[in-house]
């Protein structure tokens, strides 16, 4: 089975900007997270999307938003960027069948706001 | 009061060491436990997942889950270089699929 995919691998940005990113679930995973990491906050959860829901979200502003499509393939999008918002941003996906949630990441976005 | 804590570290030890990582959490109805390996620049990846308490062993990895105490455990015999990554545990209750993480151990195996 192919593993998560995201793209692009490396992206390289100006204050202001925005910026879209793209992950592929595991093949039958209907449900993905999307985290921001960075070395001083660790992995911050930013939201999960199952079967084009969203279904938690965490504490970032609205400049981050996102959205999953039917073939449970999502894009994440942050509007007006700032310098602090570069960090590798990960994917995740889970089959959320019979309560076992275990994720599985994607290799993430490097995103450079300059 | 962050719902896991995790030390940072780093922790150094040399080849050959049993590495013990730990972390602790507040919210009893977490049930579901993981463990993650995170290399330098790369996604994290699943290493160990238990359900409720007890031991699970995989090669020399071996995951232990104390409710009572509210504290997991991963264990690491022969430790090699190999090893060196960030370990981050989480958790997740049965009511709700979110995991919540700890911070990550940077962990040094010494040749």
């Known amino acids: 089975k192919a593993g998560v995919t995201q793209t692009p691998r490396y992206l390289i940005k100006t204050r202001g900007q925005q910026v879209t990113l793209s992950c592929s679930p595991i093949?039958?995973?209907?449900?993905v997270s999307w985290y921001q990491q960075t070395p001083g906050q660790g992995l911050q959860f930013l939201f999960e999307y199952f079967s084009e829901t969203q279904r938690n979200k965490g504490n970032f502003p609205g400049r981050f938003s996102g959205r999953q499509f039917s073939n449970s393939r999502s894009e994440m999008n942050v509007s007006t960027l700032e310098l602090g918002d570069s960090a590798l941003y990960l994917c995740?996906?889970?089959?959320?069948?019979?309560?076992?949630?275990?994720?599985?990441f994607g290799p993430g976005t490097r995103l450079t706001v300059l | 009061q962050k719902e896991v804590e995790q030390d940072p570290g780093p922790l150094s030890v040399p080849e050959g060491a049993i590495v013990s990582l730990n972390c602790t959490y507040s919210?009893?109805?977490?049930?579901?436990f993981m463990w993650y390996r995170q290399y330098s620049r790369k996604g994290p990846e699943l290493l160990m997942y238990?359900?409720s308490s007890g031991n699970k062993e995989d090669g020399r990895f071996t995951a232990q889950v104390d409710k009572s105490s509210k504290y997991i455990s991963l264990f690491i015999r022969d430790s090699q270089p190999s090893d060196s990554a960030t370990y981050l545990c989480a958790m997740s209750a049965r009511s709700n699929y979110q995991l919540i993480w700890g911070a990550g151990t940077k962990l040094i195996i010494k040749p």
């Open positions: 093949s039958g995973h209907r449900s």
């Open positions: 995740a996906s889970s089959s959320r069948i019979t309560g076992r949630n275990e994720q599985f």
């Open positions: 919210n009893s109805a977490f049930q579901y």
């Open positions: 238990t359900y």
